[in-house]
């Protein structure tokens, strides 16, 4: 009786061994796609904007994240679709910014 209850807790042990060890297999995955991901689209930031541009990129991202990737991931299809012929200075990026910006932001109005 005792000896099943050991050889029990040996299976469950080496089930949950195994689990913990798939998911961390997956997070791994998921995490090495992110970061591939991430130079793909830094590759391909450096293509499509100027310096002064990409700097003001950097910059939008500290302080509005959310903006910053739609307006990466934005560039990014322009780029694959073949829209972008030359580089968008840091005028262009603005007026992007202020564009997508206007879309999404909500305006929040308090009546008394």
Excluded: C, H, S
Excluded at 18 to 40: D, G, H, M, S
């Amino acid at each position: 009786m005792a000896e099943d209850i050991d050889e029990i807790r040996k299976r469950k042990l080496m089930e949950l061994q195994k689990k913990y060890l798939e998911q961390q297999k997956r997070q791994e995955e998921a995490i090495k796609k992110e970061i591939e991901l991430e130079a793909q689209i830094n590759a391909i930031m450096r293509k499509v904007l100027t310096p002064e541009a990409r700097e003001r990129l950097g910059r939008v991202k500290l302080v509005k994240p959310e903006l910053a990737r739609q307006v990466e991931l934005l560039l990014v299809q322009l780029y694959q679709a073949g829209q972008i012929r030359e580089p968008i200075d840091d005028a262009k990026l603005k007026r992007i910014l202020a564009e997508i910006d206007a879309r999404t932001r909500r305006d929040f109005r308090i009546k008394w």
